[in-house]
């Protein structure tokens, strides 16, 4: 069975930055458009940025201009480059095939303080 795990999260001040990072055990990735979403306390889990096999990439509009979402096939790794960080963004943060059937991993938490 594939596993995801993703991992970066931390707690950091408004306007820092981080880099999350996943890796999938198997091939899941290959061909497949792969997300970053993001669960925040008592609110449903939100896709806030995808990328496609080619390397096309989706953000939602309350992160556009400040994440970059990045894959490493070679890796099976996708990485969400998260800059000018807001309290808003706090969140558990996953990584999951858009249009495929996986596991959800545990994600990563990042916690933004004001």
């Known amino acids: 069975q594939v596993q995801l795990v993703e991992s970066g999260g931390g707690l950091v001040q408004a306007g820092e930055s981080l880099r999350l990072s996943c890796t999938a055990s198997g091939s899941i990735f290959n061909g497949n458009t792969v997300g970053w979403y993001r669960q925040a306390p008592g609110k449903q889990r939100e896709l806030v940025a995808s990328i496609t096999s080619v390397g096309s990439t989706v953000y939602s509009d309350s992160v556009k201009g400040r994440f970059t979402i990045s894959r490493d096939n070679a890796r099976n790794t996708v990485y969400l480059q998260m800059n000018s960080l807001k309290p808003e963004d706090t969140a558990v943060y996953y990584c999951?095939?858009?249009?495929?059937?996986?596991?959800w991993g545990q994600g990563t938490q990042v916690t933004v303080s004001s």
């Open positions: 999951h095939p858009v249009y495929a059937s996986a596991v």
